[in-house]
C-alpha cells in the first residue's frame, strides 16, 4: 500500500475488522467438535467443588475487596465517567499488607482435604492490584512490605499437589487512569500484557476467570488477540464468560462484537452465577459463585455460612448440573477465619462419605426441587434427599431397571419400581442430616443431559 491509500483504506479496513484481526484458529470455542469440547472440559465437569480466593490488600482493612474503594467506578456509577480519583486510605493498605503467614503449599492441601478439586486465585481484582510481580505495573505486591509474588507460591503449590489452578483477572480496573475514561487502547494493550504475564510465567493454567469490562463500546477492546494469545499459551484453558461481560451498550457508539465469532467466544467455556445456586441446566456448563463470609474478602471472624448449608448448596449445584466455587477471604496475615475453616473441614469430612454422588457425576435425570436432586455416573443413580415428601418418595418412572438400592452410610434403602413409577423408603432412623443420599444400581446408564421426568406424591395402589 501506497501512503496514501493506507491513510485512507486502513482506518476503514481497520474499523471493519478486515486488517490486523488476530488468526482465531487455534481458539476451541469456535473450532471443536462436541467430543473434543467434552474432552476439554472433562475434569471441570467431573470436579464440582473448587475454592475462590478473594484477598489482598484490602483485607487489612477488612474493606470489601474493589467496591469499598471510595473512589470513581468508571463505568459502574452511572453519571461518573471522570478520571480516576484515590482513597487514601484503601489505595495504602498495601504498604501494611504483609502476609507473613501465607503458606500456598499449606493453602492447596488444605484445598485438598476440604474435597476440592480447583481452585482460583485473584491475581488483580477492580482495585487494579496485582497479586503478583507484574513488569507493567507498579500497584503490585512487590511495593508492599511483603514484596514477594503472591501467585507464585500458589501457582508452584498447585502444580506440586495435583491442584488444576485457576486465576481470577478483573479486567475492570478502578485504578488504571486510562481504564475507559483515558486512552482506553493503552488499558487494553496493558491488561492483555498482565494476562500474558499470567499465563507465561507461572506454568501450566487450567482456568482464566474474567470479571467483567464495564460499560461501553465493544470496538474499544482487542478480545480476538486476547483469545488468541491465551490459547497459544494454553491449548486446553478453560474460560468463563465474564471477559467481555458488560460491554456495551450503553453507550450510543457501540458498535457490538465485530464478528459473531467474537460474540461466540467471548461467552467462554461456562456461565456464572453469582451469590446463588444456579437453575437446574444439564445442557450447558456452569459455575455458581458463593462466598461462605459476609462478603467476598476478609470481614472479620463472624457471620459465616454454616457447614449444613455448604453442603446442600454443593449437593444443588452437583444434582442441577453446575459447580460450585466456594469462596473463602483469608485474614490478612494468610491464615484462614475459624468459622471458614470449619466449613471447609466439614465438608472434606462430609465428601469421604458422599464423595461418590458426587465427584465425576452428572446432573438429573429427575427435574430438582426442595425436595433434593438426582445424579448419575456409569450405571448407579444418586438420589440426595433433603426433605422427605409426607407421603412417600416416588419419581416418574425410570428407564432403567434398578437391581439394588442402598444409603451411602450404609443404611438399608428399599424400593418399588412399575412402568408408571419409582418409589423409595428409607426408615427415618436411617435417614441422615443435612441430606440422605441413596444409591440405586442399574441395569444400564442413564444418558446424561436429558431430564426424564419429576418426584410426585406415590400412586394409589
Ligand atoms: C462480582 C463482584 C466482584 C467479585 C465477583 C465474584 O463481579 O464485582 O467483587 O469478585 O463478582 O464473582
Same mark, same amino acid.
Given at each position: 500500500m501506497n501512503k496514501t491509500m493506507r491513510n485512507v483504506w486502513l482506518p476503514l479496513l481497520l474499523a471493519a475488522g478486515w486488517v490486523g484481526a488476530a488468526d482465531l484458529s487455534n481458539v476451541p470455542q469456535l473450532k471443536e467438535t462436541p467430543a473434543q469440547r467434552d474432552a476439554r472440559l472433562q475434569w471441570f465437569r467431573d470436579a464440582k467443588f473448587g475454592m475462590f480466593i478473594h484477598w489482598g490488600p484490602c483485607s487489612v482493612g477488612a474493606k470489601e475487596i474493589g467496591w469499598d474503594r471510595q473512589a470513581n467506578r468508571p463505568w459502574d456509577i452511572s453519571g461518573i465517567q471522570t478520571p480516576r480519583t484515590t482513597d487514601p486510605e484503601y489505595d495504602n493498605y498495601y504498604k501494611k499488607f504483609n502476609p507473613t503467614k501465607y503458606n500456598a503449599e499449606e493453602w492447596v492441601g488444605f484445598a485438598k482435604a476440604s474435597g476440592m478439586k480447583y481452585m482460583v486465585l485473584i491475581a488483580k481484582h477492580h482495585d487494579g492490584f496485582a497479586q503478583f510481580d507484574s513488569k507493567v505495573s507498579d500497584h503490585t505486591i512487590m511495593a508492599s512490605p511483603y514484596a514477594k509474588d503472591i501467585v507464585r507460591a500458589y501457582a508452584d503449590a498447585c502444580h506440586k499437589q495435583g491442584m488444576k489452578l485457576g486465576l481470577y483477572y478483573s479486567t475492570r480496573d478502578w485504578w488504571h487512569p486510562d481504564y475507559l475514561v483515558g486512552d482506553n487502547a493503552k488499558y487494553d494493550e496493558f491488561y492483555r500484557t498482565q494476562v500474558r504475564e499470567l499465563l507465561s510465567n507461572y506454568g501450566e493454567v487450567d482456568v482464566m476467570w474474567f470479571d467483567h469490562v464495564g460499560g461501553q463500546d465493544w470496538g474499544k477492546w482487542k478480545f480476538d488477540e486476547l483469545f488468541s494469545m491465551m490459547y497459544q499459551l494454553h491449548p486446553k484453558l478453560i474460560v468463563n464468560d465474564r471477559a467481555a461481560k458488560f460491554c456495551g451498550p450503553k453507550s450510543p457508539? &457501540?458498535?457490538?462484537?465485530? #464478528?459473531?465469532?467474537?460474540?461466540?467466544? #467471548?461467552?467462554? &467455556? !461456562?456461565? #456464572?452465577?453469582?451469590g446463588s445456586i444456579g437453575?437446574? &441446566?444439564?445442557?450447558? &456448563?456452569?459455575?455458581?459463585?458463593? @462466598?461462605? *463470609?459476609? *462478603?467476598?474478602? !476478609? @470481614?472479620?471472624?463472624?457471620?459465616?455460612?454454616g457447614p449444613d448449608n455448604c453442603i446442600k448448596m454443593l449437593v444443588s449445584c452437583t444434582t442441577g448440573g453446575g459447580n %460450585? %466455587? %466456594?469462596n473463602f477471604g483469608p485474614r490478612p496475615d494468610g491464615t484462614f477465619a475459624d468459622g471458614e475453616a470449619k466449613v471447609a473441614v466439614a465438608m472434606g469430612e462430609w465428601l469421604k462419605t458422599y464423595g461418590e454422588a458426587i465427584y465425576g457425576t452428572r446432573g438429573g435425570p429427575y427435574r430438582n426441587g426442595k425436595w433434593g436432586g438426582t445424579c448419575h455416573k456409569n450405571n448407579k443413580l444418586y438420589l440426595h434427599i433433603y426433605d422427605w415428601p409426607k407421603d412417600g418418595l416416588a419419581f416418574d418412572a425410570l428407564p432403567s431397571k434398578v437391581l439394588a438400592a442402598r444409603t451411602l452410610t450404609g443404611a438399608p434403602a428399599t424400593f418399588t419400581q412399575s412402568d408408571a413409577e419409582l418409589a423409595v423408603e428409607v426408615a427415618e432412623a436411617d435417614r441422615a442430616k443435612p441430606v440422605t443420599v441413596i444409591e440405586l444400581t442399574l441395569e444400564k446408564p442413564l444418558e446424561t443431559g436429558k431430564i426424564i421426568g419429576s418426584i410426585h406424591a406415590p400412586l394409589k395402589k
Amino acid at each position: 500500500m501506497n501512503k496514501t491509500m493506507r491513510n485512507v483504506w486502513l482506518p476503514l479496513l481497520l474499523a471493519a475488522g478486515w486488517v490486523g484481526a488476530a488468526d482465531l484458529s487455534n481458539v476451541p470455542q469456535l473450532k471443536e467438535t462436541p467430543a473434543q469440547r467434552d474432552a476439554r472440559l472433562q475434569w471441570f465437569r467431573d470436579a464440582k467443588f473448587g475454592m475462590f480466593i478473594h484477598w489482598g490488600p484490602c483485607s487489612v482493612g477488612a474493606k470489601e475487596i474493589g467496591w469499598d474503594r471510595q473512589a470513581n467506578r468508571p463505568w459502574d456509577i452511572s453519571g461518573i465517567q471522570t478520571p480516576r480519583t484515590t482513597d487514601p486510605e484503601y489505595d495504602n493498605y498495601y504498604k501494611k499488607f504483609n502476609p507473613t503467614k501465607y503458606n500456598a503449599e499449606e493453602w492447596v492441601g488444605f484445598a485438598k482435604a476440604s474435597g476440592m478439586k480447583y481452585m482460583v486465585l485473584i491475581a488483580k481484582h477492580h482495585d487494579g492490584f496485582a497479586q503478583f510481580d507484574s513488569k507493567v505495573s507498579d500497584h503490585t505486591i512487590m511495593a508492599s512490605p511483603y514484596a514477594k509474588d503472591i501467585v507464585r507460591a500458589y501457582a508452584d503449590a498447585c502444580h506440586k499437589q495435583g491442584m488444576k489452578l485457576g486465576l481470577y483477572y478483573s479486567t475492570r480496573d478502578w485504578w488504571h487512569p486510562d481504564y475507559l475514561v483515558g486512552d482506553n487502547a493503552k488499558y487494553d494493550e496493558f491488561y492483555r500484557t498482565q494476562v500474558r504475564e499470567l499465563l507465561s510465567n507461572y506454568g501450566e493454567v487450567d482456568v482464566m476467570w474474567f470479571d467483567h469490562v464495564g460499560g461501553q463500546d465493544w470496538g474499544k477492546w482487542k478480545f480476538d488477540e486476547l483469545f488468541s494469545m491465551m490459547y497459544q499459551l494454553h491449548p486446553k484453558l478453560i474460560v468463563n464468560d465474564r471477559a467481555a461481560k458488560f460491554c456495551g451498550p450503553k453507550s450510543p457508539e &457501540d458498535r457490538g462484537p465485530a #464478528t459473531p465469532d467474537i460474540a461466540k467466544m #467471548t461467552q467462554g &467455556d !461456562y456461565y #456464572t452465577p453469582e451469590g446463588s445456586i444456579g437453575a437446574m &441446566d444439564i445442557v450447558k &456448563d456452569w459455575e455458581s459463585c458463593i @462466598h461462605v *463470609g459476609r *462478603g467476598w474478602s !476478609y @470481614h472479620g471472624e463472624n457471620g459465616f455460612r454454616g457447614p449444613d448449608n455448604c453442603i446442600k448448596m454443593l449437593v444443588s449445584c452437583t444434582t442441577g448440573g453446575g459447580n %460450585l %466455587l %466456594l469462596n473463602f477471604g483469608p485474614r490478612p496475615d494468610g491464615t484462614f477465619a475459624d468459622g471458614e475453616a470449619k466449613v471447609a473441614v466439614a465438608m472434606g469430612e462430609w465428601l469421604k462419605t458422599y464423595g461418590e454422588a458426587i465427584y465425576g457425576t452428572r446432573g438429573g435425570p429427575y427435574r430438582n426441587g426442595k425436595w433434593g436432586g438426582t445424579c448419575h455416573k456409569n450405571n448407579k443413580l444418586y438420589l440426595h434427599i433433603y426433605d422427605w415428601p409426607k407421603d412417600g418418595l416416588a419419581f416418574d418412572a425410570l428407564p432403567s431397571k434398578v437391581l439394588a438400592a442402598r444409603t451411602l452410610t450404609g443404611a438399608p434403602a428399599t424400593f418399588t419400581q412399575s412402568d408408571a413409577e419409582l418409589a423409595v423408603e428409607v426408615a427415618e432412623a436411617d435417614r441422615a442430616k443435612p441430606v440422605t443420599v441413596i444409591e440405586l444400581t442399574l441395569e444400564k446408564p442413564l444418558e446424561t443431559g436429558k431430564i426424564i421426568g419429576s418426584i410426585h406424591a406415590p400412586l394409589k395402589k
